[in-house]
């Protein structure tokens, strides 16, 4: 795709295109980032040839501010991309551009992505008492009956005030399937966008830290995707635009284990509407395969804290031997994935003492909640 000025000009109003938001006042910069992660969305799946010696002219509202906060924002590009890359700002003439006719309200907003961890984050804003509205990412992959189940017990958990808002623009279908650092930050600039014309303060991501499959690489432990260091850079730049928006994280370091045990059960009975499977589209599958890494993850999660009666069915269920598969490739799928948590619970115990206290814990109950599966279920 040619990423030229008019594609990306006007590249906000699909993002936001259920979403109130005006061009008047300091929201516009606002705005722009948007602009700013929707263009490094793109700019990420384009080819090398595309990329154009790795620079983007990005046309914003307020050239000069975000030159005064080209730091930030480049620390931020360093640490969620895997390559460099050099912006250029254009600014832009807001006559050229019609605002949107939402009405807006006073809510905070949360992201909700059609999985545990939201579900999760619904019962902490009951619990809290926060008025939020939601912004959801439909998993397209999931069966449709249960993607309205979703849709039924999140509507039922807000107010008649509470405002739900799926995302349905084209790009909302790409940010789903890829799962990225940078498409989690286009996520949260959306809802920032949301937030600030609400009049509202914070937007809540509730997502578990997630571990990476190969810690070695880049000596991460967590995916950058749900990394401490990403929510801190999208705060460092909102708080250089002044705009009064903080990006909260409730969960991210917390266990799910004992997340689960305070889990009301009208919310667990939730979880098997969600799915965490990846080989589904590619298989043309009912049923999430239960032997991919992010099927194993799953259970190994929902084991630890006894809660498997909550989960969906799955195509191979916990009980499940490898040596009992009779399919040759779903038997190596299967023992890859079980070898490839050999090995990030190796690394991590190996490189524990080196770990911050809060990455000790959470890597000490990873892998006990490994162990404990494969007694239960591989032994």
């Not at 404990?372 to 032994?379: D, G, I, L, W």
């Amino acid at each position: 795709m040619d990423l030229n000025i008019e594609f990306l000009t006007k590249l906000h109003q699909e993002l936001l295109q259920d979403t109130y938001f005006d061009y008047e006042g300091e929201g516009t910069s606002c705005i722009d980032f948007v602009t700013i992660m929707g263009a490094l969305f793109y700019f990420e799946h384009q080819s090398k040839k595309a990329k154009k010696d790795n620079k983007l002219i990005i046309p914003v509202f307020h050239a000069i501010l975000w030159e005064e906060n080209r730091p930030l924002l480049e620390k931020l590009i360093a640490w969620i991309l895997d390559e460099p890359l050099h912006l250029q700002f254009q600014p832009i003439d807001t006559d050229l551009l019609s605002p949107s006719f939402l009405l807006p309200n006073q809510h905070d907003v949360t992201l909700f992505l059609d999985d545990l961890d939201s579900i999760i984050g619904v019962a902490q804003n009951a619990k809290s008492s926060t008025a939020s509205d939601y912004i959801r990412l439909v998993n397209k992959e999931n069966e449709k009956s249960k993607q309205g189940k979703l849709a039924s017990f999140l509507r039922s958990k807000g107010t008649d005030s509470t405002e739900i808002i799926t995302l349905n623009s084209a790009i909302s279908k790409k940010i789903r399937k890829q799962q990225s650092s940078v498409s989690l930050c286009l996520l949260v600039s959306i809802a920032a966008v949301k937030t600030f014309f609400n009049g509202g303060k914070y937007v809540y991501v509730y997502q578990l830290s997630k571990m990476n499959p190969d810690p070695s690489n880049g000596f991460n432990i967590w995916k950058k995707s749900m990394h401490p260091n990403t929510f801190k850079h999208l705060n460092d730049i909102y708080a250089g635009l002044d705009l009064h928006l903080q990006i909260q994280t409730p969960i991210l370091l917390k266990s799910v284990q004992s997340l689960m045990l305070d889990l009301p059960k009208e919310y667990k009975i939730q979880i098997k509407n969600t799915i965490s499977c990846v080989r589904m589209s590619r298989n043309g599958a009912i049923l999430p395969c239960g032997i991919c890494l992010s099927c194993l993850q799953r259970k190994i999660a929902l084991s630890s804290c006894n809660s498997e009666v909550y989960d969906t069915f799955y195509h191979y269920d916990y009980e499940q031997k490898i040596s009992d598969i009779e399919n040759d490739g779903d038997r190596t799928i299967f023992l890859e994935s079980i070898q490839q948590m050999e090995s990030i619970c190796a690394y991590l115990e190996n490189k524990l003492p080196m770990l911050s206290l809060e990455e000790q814990y959470i890597a000490k109950e990873f892998a006990d909640a490994y162990y404990q599966y494969m007694t239960k279920y591989q032994t």
